[in-house]
């Protein structure tokens, strides 16, 4: 069964603009979150999706927005970028409901110059 | 609370031995502990998880104990070997009511394993 895929692996973008990452998850999958890595800050949750619906919401400003499709795939969206958003994201698919038992894609490093 | 990541933890042992990496959790109320493994350019790799009505589960090579009296988590690997060397990470979650929780794993800073051939 193939795992969660995460499209494009790098990106450099220029502070101001806007990016669009993508997560597929793992087939069954119903629910993805998605994560941001930094050296300073550790792993923080951003937000999480369940059958198209964001269930859940970490502390990050609107510029951070998702969504899901019916077929579980999931993007993010980071718009008037920042420096300080350069970062690895990462999402993570389980079966959603009750599961917590989370998988990770192998994130999508985003460098803002 | 969130996790920290400015200076991480450091554990160095030596092939064949026995690793044990701790991890204080957060939330009393938490239900629900994972470790992950994450390799350098790698996303975390799920390794074992507990139920906060166990306090002990054994897998291949590793052991998760889970103290709730005092929050505190440990990973044991056993017969360590150089592809272990990675960052460890715990993460809880709380129980599945209220909407704040789902699907929202807490990290803490992870711990850097190093294992010497």
Sequence with gaps: ?113 | GESVGLHLPTLSVQEGDNSIINCAYSNSASDYFIWYKQESGKGPQFIIDIRSNMDKRQGQRVTVLLNKTVKHLSLQIAATQPGDSAVYFCAENLPYAGGTSYGKLTFGQGTILTVHP
Aim: proline share 4%.
């Design chain 1, 1 to 113: 069964k193939a795992g969660v895929t995460q499209t494009p692996r790098y990106l450099i973008k220029t502070r101001g603009q806007q990016v669009t990452l993508s997560c597929s998850p793992i087939s069954g999958h119903r629910s993805v979150s998605w994560y941001q890595q930094t050296p300073g800050q550790g792993l923080q949750f951003l937000f999480e999706y369940f059958s198209e619906t964001q269930r859940n919401k970490g502390n990050f400003p609107g510029r951070f927005s998702g969504r899901q499709f019916s077929n579980s795939r999931s993007e993010m969206n980071v718009s008037t970028l920042e420096l300080g958003d350069s970062a690895l994201y990462l999402c993570a698919s389980s079966w959603g409901g009750s599961s917590y038992e989370q998988y990770f894609g192998p994130g999508t490093r985003l460098t803002v110059t």
